[in-house]
């Protein structure tokens, strides 16, 4: 077990302190909003971006939605999103959209490609801390469903597509393999593990590489399912074991 250093309990303290406002008051303390991604965005409309894309996904949602009162669940979802919406803004990264029990992210890698992979990775961690250290202990102090969640990350191309004619009003969305796969590899993750694509960790310095274990072979049968439908396309994805313990 890790000892904690006097930063990292005020890191468990800020989050910890968001949460139970948020649950005493039965609303968020902040405004969850995309727009600081969308202006990004906007400056790249039809053309060709390399990002970083993350998903974070709460693990057993499903069930979650059936057994859990509507409220209870709403407030759940609404305090997951909220954290880890300034994990991603405290490593540099935007909110791309919220999706049900899901936050996407982007990490912009217009000028560092291996910085915004590290700042992903070191943000996946971050998050996987934030919910068991943070979020998880006020939940059962509240009688709470505690959580967990998936994240897949992959580096790529995406294409900015603006869905109208008026950048300030239209829908700005990415679209492109990088964020395809992404969403795949993500529904392959056990709870609390952080999953990436090939692209991550061929883009990763030797030295980095020795915190990744492959999984191709691991869970090919379930691979195989996914990717039935595209023509069996072979793509290698990894888990990040790297500061599992760590904040």
């Not at 669940?73 to 540099?92: D, H, M, R, T």
């Not at 961690?125 to 709470?144: A, D, E, M, R, W």
Request: charged share 20%; net charge neutral.
């Amino acid at each position: 077990m890790k000892n904690f250093e006097s930063g990292d309990f005020d890191f468990i303290k800020s989050v910890q302190d968001r949460v139970s406002h948020s649950l005493e008051n039965k609303g968020l303390l902040i405004d969850l909003s995309t727009d600081s991604c969308r202006k990004y965005l906007q400056r790249k409309v039809n053309t060709k971006t390399k990002v970083v894309v993350m998903y974070v996904d709460i693990a057993g949602s499903t069930q979650m939605s059936h057994d859990l009162p509507s409220l209870s669940l709403a407030l759940i979802i609404q305090i997951f999103s909220q954290e880890v919406s300034l994990s991603i803004e405290k490593y540099g990264g935007y909110v791309l959209k919220f999706v049900g029990d899901a936050v996407i992210g982007l990490f912009p890698s217009d000028h560092d490609q291996k910085k915004a992979i590290m700042n992903s990775l070191d943000c996946a961690n971050y998050i996987q801390n934030v919910i068991t250290t943070g979020i998880n202990p006020i939940f059962k102090k509240h009688s709470l469903h505690e959580i967990a969640v998936k994240i897949g990350i992959e580096y790529g191309n995406a294409l900015v597509l603006l869905y109208g004619k008026n950048t300030d009003h239209a829908h700005i969305d990415l679209i492109g393999f990088g964020i395809s796969i992404t969403a795949k590899i993500t529904s392959l993750g056990f709870p609390g593990e952080v999953i990436v694509g090939e692209n991550i960790y061929h883009n990763l310095d030797i030295s980095q590489k020795k915190y990744f274990l492959a999984l191709y072979a691991e869970r090919n049968s379930k691979w195989d399912s996914v990717m039935k439908y595209n023509d069996n396309l072979t793509y290698r994805m990894y888990r990040y074991v790297k500061g599992n313990s760590q904040i």
